[in-house]
């Protein structure tokens, strides 16, 4: 499985990205896509998740601002991202879970850096 993530950039405070992760390979049908963001220093934090069912799961701190979506027959996630904060910079980490066997498994594509910087 292979993840590619494409959007990232410099933006300043309260524009916004669009960012695209598209997966490839072997993936089960069910499953659950979603953004994970890394600021220096800091550890791997959830973003936003939506699985194939159409659930959701937001970050506090995103909810409102941030937006994800999916094409399941391309095997697409996306993140809208609104009124962005200098908060919001770090590097964002595009992942697809699923079971297999019993065990889950995660695949995680490059990165794709955002700064909100003025």
């Known amino acids: 499985v292979q993840l590619q993530a494409s959007g990232g950039g410099l933006v300043q405070p309260g524009g916004s990205l669009r960012l695209s992760c598209a997966a490839s390979g072997s993936i089960r049908s069910s499953n659950v896509m979603g953004w994970y963001r890394q600021a220096p220093g800091k550890q791997r934090d959830l973003v936003a998740t939506?699985?194939?069912?159409?659930?959701?799961n937001y970050a506090v701190s995103v909810k409102g601002r941030f937006t994800i979506s999916r094409d399941s027959a391309k095997n697409t996630v996306y993140l809208q991202m609104n009124n962005l904060k200098p908060e919001d910079t770090a590097v964002y980490y595009c992942?697809?879970?699923?079971?297999?066997?019993?065990?889950?498994?995660?695949?995680w594509g490059q990165g794709t850096l955002v700064t909100v910087s003025s």
């Open positions: 939506m699985s194939t069912g159409g659930g959701t």
């Open positions: 992942n697809v879970y699923f079971i297999v066997a019993g065990s889950g498994i995660d695949y």
